[in-house]
Structure formats: C-alpha cells, structure tokens
C-alpha cells in the first residue's frame, strides 16, 4: 500500500489549487479585456466559465491517470443505450466508453469553454460519430427536448463528479431520474460531506473559496439528493468506501430506475 499523506499534506493540496485557481481567473480577466475590452468585466459568469474550463483542461492527464486506479472505468464502462453524460467538462470519460453497447451519447454540459478538449478526445476515440457535445445545463428542458431527449428517453445517465458542482444537486437529480427510462442506469461517483468529524470541519472550512475558485462543493449529502429524486430498484447497492481522512470521500454505485 502506498503511504498515507499526513493530515498537514491533505490540506496543503486544496490551497496549492486554490492559489493555482485564482492566478487562472487573473490570465482569464486580462485575456477577456484584451479581446473585448472593458465590457468583459459585465460578463464574470464567462471568466469564471473559461478559468474553471482551464483549470480541468490543463490537469485533464492527471485526473484520468489516478481515476485509472478506481472504479470509474468499471462504471463508464457499464454505461449502454441512449447515454446522457452529465457535465463531461474536458471529456476524461469519453474514452472509456464501450463503443459496442452506445447507440448514442449526449454530452449536456453548460460551460462553453470545453468544447475544444472534448472535440480532440473525441477525434481519438471511436465514438465521433455517437456523440453530442449540447451547449446547455440539465435543468434546460427545452433545449433538451428539441434534441429528442425527453422524459423516460434516456438508457444511462452517467454522472462523474458533478452533483458537487451543479448549482442545485436536488433538483437536478429529480431531473435526471425523470428523464431515465423504467429500467434505466444512473452510473455515478461523487462526493460530498464526510462522515468524519475532524474532516467534515476542515471542508466547512474550506468550501467558501474551493467552492468559488474551484466550483465544487465540499459539504453536500448528495446521497440523500441521489435517493429522494425518485424510486430505485436496488438503493442498497450504494457504495460508499470508508475514507476518513479525504477531502473528497467518494460515493459510487449503479441505481436502476424503479419500473412501475
Ligand atoms: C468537476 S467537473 C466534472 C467533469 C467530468 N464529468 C469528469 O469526469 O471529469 C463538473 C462539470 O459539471 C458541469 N456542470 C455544472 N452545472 C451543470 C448542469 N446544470 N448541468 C450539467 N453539467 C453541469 C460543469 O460545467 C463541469 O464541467
Ligand atoms: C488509463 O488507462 C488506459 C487503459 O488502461 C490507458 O490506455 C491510458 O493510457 C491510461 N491513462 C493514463 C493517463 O494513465
């Protein structure tokens, strides 16, 4: 087993890419105002879009080499039918889709700036032609349902880290579980509050600026968001591996959706 960091190395980490994060909004505000001007400083929602699509971006190679050692590519790859992939962001998943089992994947994802990074992951897996990158947050029903993705249309919604990052897990969530067919997959990793006290203090502390410099939250119960958005077949089958000491302690599984 690899060493365990030190309580000290655990919370170092999150201020390194606090501090990273904020010279990203800095080069993301000069570089609107060298495009547009100072008219850019009306429009924050799009520096923040563009420094948090960098900040992914950047440590994408990263972020896929450690999630290969856990069980995401085990859960992506279960993922089949008519998909809906909730927040791809730079498009770490695509590759890990079994091409065989996808009729077709719709990416809804609503910052932007991430068009380019999933674009060129696109181009090297064998799925260009299966997936639909669409411009829009999940909550934007009509926006879907002009792409033919309406209530009970959808096989596998597939959710990596992103119930920490929408701006209302619950309502999202009620979303998802309408839009799955009887019988349908929510393949998720995520994470939220931990059970630790110790470690449920430091996130309180932390979240006020991670959750605003890297736009997730620390502190949510997305395990009650996920359970209480409608009925599943097999709530038991949550997974939630004991981790006292992570900042992000993850909560995985695969629910199906309750068929009548
Ligand atoms: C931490 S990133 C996760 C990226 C990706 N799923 C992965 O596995 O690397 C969270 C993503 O959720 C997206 N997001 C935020 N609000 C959303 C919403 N309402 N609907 C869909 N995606 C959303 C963000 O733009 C961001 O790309
Ligand atoms: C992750 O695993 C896949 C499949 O084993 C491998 O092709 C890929 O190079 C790995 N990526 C990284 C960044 O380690």
């Known amino acids: 087993m690899p060493p365990q960091p030190g ?32 008219v850019a400083l009306g429009r924050p929602q799009q520096i923040r879009d563009a420094a948090s699509a960098r900040l992914l971006t950047v440590n994408s190679k990263g972020f896929i080499a450690y999630e290969n050692t856990t069980i995401v590519p ?49 181009e090297q897996s064998g799925l260009r032609d299966k997936y639909k990158l669409i411009d829009c947050g999940i909550e934007d029903s009509d926006v879907l349902r002009a792409e033919g993705i309406t209530e009970g249309s959808v ?31 929510f393949v998720f990793w ?32 997305v395990l009650a968001d996920i359970l209480d958005s409608g009925e599943w077949e097999n709530p038991q089958e949550i997974e939630e591996p004991v981790d006292p000491r992570s900042l992000l302690p993850r909560i995985q599984g695969i629910l199906v959706k309750k068929s009548g």
């Open 155 to 185: 096989d596998t919604v597939l959710s990596i880290q992103v119930l920490c990052a929408v701006k209302d897990p619950r309502n999202v969530m009620k979303e998802v579980w309408k839009l799955l067919k009887p019988g349908g997959k």
């Open 7 to 38: 309580r000290l190395e655990i919370l170092l980490r999150p201020l390194t890419m606090i501090w990273f994060s904020i010279c990203l909004h800095w080069e993301a505000l000069k570089e609107a105002i060298r495009r547009e001007g100072f």
């Open 74 to 122: 085990s859960l992506v790859h279960a993922a089949s039918g008519v998909v809906l992939e909730l927040g791809p962001g730079p498009g770490n998943q695509i590759h890990r889709f079994d091409p065989g089992l996808i009729q077709q994947i719709y990416g809804v994802e609503p910052n932007p700036f991430f068009r380019d990074a999933v674009d060129a992951k696109l």
């Open 190 to 221: 995520e994470h939220g509050a931990s059970r630790d006290r110790l470690t449920s203090a430091t996130q309180a502390c932390l979240n006020p600026a991670w959750s605003r410099l890297i736009g997730c939250h620390l502190t949510r119960n």
